[in-house]
């Protein structure tokens, strides 16, 4: 660049005059010629047209993105052609399909008399596209079930949800293409919003859809209010009483243990507890004949009480 720059310095103002009446010429001449080329006819090129799928909005939607264009070849003035070729001034082919949900793609041979007459004064040659593919559903509405997400992290530690989940609405008029309210499988799953809940919940909340379907579907409803009380499963432990069934007197066990019940027990039963008697069953008819030991029984077992744990679990018989 230094070395050009030093060239240049060293001509006369003369001789740079000439260069820029030469190069002034050379453009001329090169728009000139290419002005006189765009005014020939019997060019051929292909382009890309711009096409528009029309359908009832109200009674159909896409599910994918729809195409734009096509690939067509044209022949033609080079001044039409040029404007076609970078899209100047165009106005769409409009392809009216009356029912799109039953049929997903439509052949170019189909639109190519409608298309000739749309570009002319071009001359359609010939459509490279031959199929036009899209995805346009019927629009339709349905009830879907709300359902709650209740994963391990919604209640917290040891809590329970007291009955059921009481919703209104349980279920929601939604409105959509086919194939997309197909996908939630008849069940919107929605989040409570908190984690670790440990007291009575009663909110009104929205209704989000996934993102993958919320572009597409309308709820009627826009929230729902949920209402359900938990209670707490609070560990406890009890020592029990042996209660010997069916020993023979020639039997007796190896050691005399301290057994105690470890259990998991609804707060609401606490009371209930306090008036029970638990014992540890040994039933000799119900012992291990290879390695004599028996294996200890509660009882009685009330539903309210879980995660039930002996220690020891097992007793070694004694046989004199």
């Known amino acids: 660049m230094a070395t050009l720059k030093k060239r240049f310095s060293n001509l006369s103002p003369q001789k740079i005059a000439n260069l820029k009446v030469a190069a002034l010429c050379f453009f001329a001449a090169a728009t000139f010629w290419v002005l006189n080329a765009l005014n020939k006819d019997n060019y051929t090129t292909v382009i890309d047209y711009p096409i528009q799928i029309v359908f009832d909005p109200e009674e159909f ?11 067509v070849e044209v022949n033609g003035n080079g001044w039409d052609l040029l404007r076609k070729y970078f899209k100047v001034n165009e106005n769409p082919f409009l392809i009216e399909i009356n029912n799109p949900s039953t049929k997903n793609y439509i052949l170019t041979s189909e639109i190519r ?4 007459e749309s570009i002319n004064p ?15 559903d019927k629009v339709v509405t349905r009830k879907i079930k709300i359902e709650i997400d209740t994963t391990s992290s919604t209640l917290a530690r040891n809590y329970r949800i007291a009955g059921d989940i009481e919703l209104d609405p349980a279920l929601v008029n939604v409105k959509g293409p086919t194939s997309i309210l197909q996908k939630l499988d008849g069940v919107i799953l929605m989040k409570l919003g908190e984690e670790k809940i440990n007291k009575n919940f009663n909110k009104i909340l929205p209704i989000d859809l996934e993102e993958e379907t919320a572009e597409f579907l309308t ?17 406890g432990n009890k020592r029990l009483r042996i209660n010997k069934q069916n020993f023979p007197n020639s039997v007796t066990l190896a050691e ?15 009371e209930e507890l306090k008036s029970m008697e638990f014992e ?11 390695d004599s030991t028996i294996l200890i029984q509660v009882s009685p077992r009330p539903n309210f009480l879980e995660n039930i744990q002996i220690e020891p679990s097992v007793l070694r018989l004694k046989y004199e």
């Open 61 to 71: 939607m896409p599910v994918e993105k729809l195409p734009s264009r096509i690939k």
């Open 256 to 270: 005399e243990p301290s057994i105690v019940m470890r259990y998991m027990i609804d707060e609401r039963k606490v």
């Open 113 to 116: 008399r409608g298309l000739a």
């Open 122 to 136: 071009t001359n359609l040659v010939s459509m490279v596209t031959d199929t036009i593919t899209f995805n346009i």
């Open 280 to 290: 540890a069953v040994l039933n000799y008819y119900n012992r291990n004949r290879d």
């Open 219 to 235: 709820l009627e409803e826009e929230s729902v209010h949920v209402k359900f009380d938990v209670y707490q499963m609070l560990e």
